[in-house]
């Protein structure tokens, strides 16, 4: 049982021995997308021209490290962004396939430039008539090879939509009529990437988190949860 | 739109200008047929047969002091049957800067005989050369695609390939 249901705030106040303890409130949801969208580390597969531009983008002059994205990883398994730069051939296809595969969840794609997205001007029998066809694309990026400004652009466009990811939703489980009471009160966090339900506490365990949300969908008021 | 589908090329016994004694004297045991224009950036060029391949190759390398093979590729003319292909290969003495390119015809489904035992360069031309047009060289030691992926399906250099559509995956 997690220590947050036991505890009231007046308690931490007043365990703090200070009338000015700080306290803040949030949701799983909120703090897990903040740090996420906040250090996305991206795996650059820089494959022709638009690898460049990327190399670009991480630089002084546009310098994507302002918004937490310095750490270029060359390890799929450190990395959360698979950004394709450039032409993508049927024999490098089975290689970013692996690297794709390799990366640990969550993680997010990115087809940068007319190649990646679409085969661009190469309508040939050896290259890949847009990355996704092997794997899924969050962002598409435009033009032969993209901007600068324009990576950022989608890099924070990403970041909006790691944001508005729903995988740390906090939502309750249906009891079962005439389950026990201690059940009915149980919680399960679940998510849905990619369609899919994902379960990050399973329903035996106690898992509740005070907030509104919970409070809300229960029929009281937060004070009373809290 | 006018496709180039048969061989423009005419032979003839005449010895062009540019071919030293010693060439001539090499390839003298075997039959020549040579270019009648100068071609391809006026390297002479002559058509040998596919059985004396290599022998010729052989014969300019340690006899004329050709010991550079500068391209090895193929020409796909798919009106001219049976033989469409034209296999050539490019030679160079780089004491004298004379260069001859060597042809040979072979039909689809035919073989020619390697040579990667003359210079070690020609394991890869060859396999390119059989990745983009299919022709089997005999006596290589691995006859594999070196561009395409070992699953992929028909021959992109031959003229009857589709420019487009033939991605597995999306027209």
Redesign the interface.
């Given at each position: 049982m997690s220590e947050v249901t036991q505890t009231k705030i007046s308690d931490i106040v007043e365990a703090s021995g200070s009338s000015e303890c700080s306290i803040l409130l949030s949701t799983v949801r909120a703090v897990g997308n903040w740090a996420r969208k906040n250090s996305i580390w991206p795996l650059p597969l820089g494959l022709s021209c638009c690898g460049i531009e990327f190399m670009a983008t991480a630089m002084s002059r546009y310098d994507m490290a302002r918004f937490g994205m310095e750490v270029a990883r060359f390890s799929p398994r450190q990395a959360d962004l698979l950004l394709v730069a450039g032409t993508l051939t049927?024999?490098m296809a089975?290689v970013m396939t692996r690297l794709y595969d390799q990366m640990a969840e969550p993680k997010w794609v990115i087809s940068m430039g007319a190649c990646a997205s679409s085969g661009g001007m190469y309508?040939?029998?050896?290259v890949?008539?847009?990355i996704d066809?092997f794997v899924p694309v969050d962002f598409y990026i435009s033009g032969c090879p993209p901007r600068p400004d324009s990576v950022l652009n989608v890099l924070m466009k990403l970041q909006d939509k790691i944001d508005r990811d729903r995988t740390y939703q906090l939502s309750l489980a249906t009891p079962e009529p005439g389950a026990a009471a201690d059940l009915a009160e149980q919680a399960v966090l679940t998510g849905n990437r990619h369609g899919a339900p994902i379960a990050l506490a399973t329903a035996n365990e106690r898992f509740v988190v005070p907030g509104p949300q919970r409070a809300m969908s229960r029929g009281r008021k937060p004070e009373e949860t809290l | 739109m006018s496709k180039v589908t048969t061989s423009c090329m005419r032979y003839s016994d005449r010895v062009p200008a540019g071919i030293s004694e010693a060439s001539q004297k090499a390839l003298a045991p075997f039959k020549v047929q040579w270019s009648e224009h100068p071609v391809h950036g006026g390297w002479p060029g002559c058509l040998v047969s596919g059985a004396d391949w290599p022998k010729v190759f052989q014969a300019l390398k340690e006899q004329a002091n050709f010991e550079l093979l500068v391209d090895h590729t193929a020409v796909d003319y798919p009106d001219r049957l049976p033989e469409r292909f034209t296999v050539l290969g490019l030679v160079s003495n780089i004491h004298t800067q004379e260069r001859i390119m060597v042809r040979t015809r072979v039909a689809e489904g035919g073989s020619v005989p390697t040579l990667t035992h003359l210079w070690r360069s020609a394991d890869w031309a060859e396999r390119e050369t059989f990745d983009m047009f299919g022709i089997r060289f005999e006596g290589h030691p691995e006859l594999t695609r070196i561009?395409?992926?070992q699953d992929?399906d028909?021959w992109?250099l031959r003229r009857d390939?589709?420019l487009?559509g033939?991605?597995?995956?999306?027209d």
């Open positions: 049927y024999k089975a309508r040939s029998y050896s890949v008539q847009g066809e | 561009y395409m992926p992929f028909g992109p390939f589709p487009q033939h991605n597995r995956f999306r």
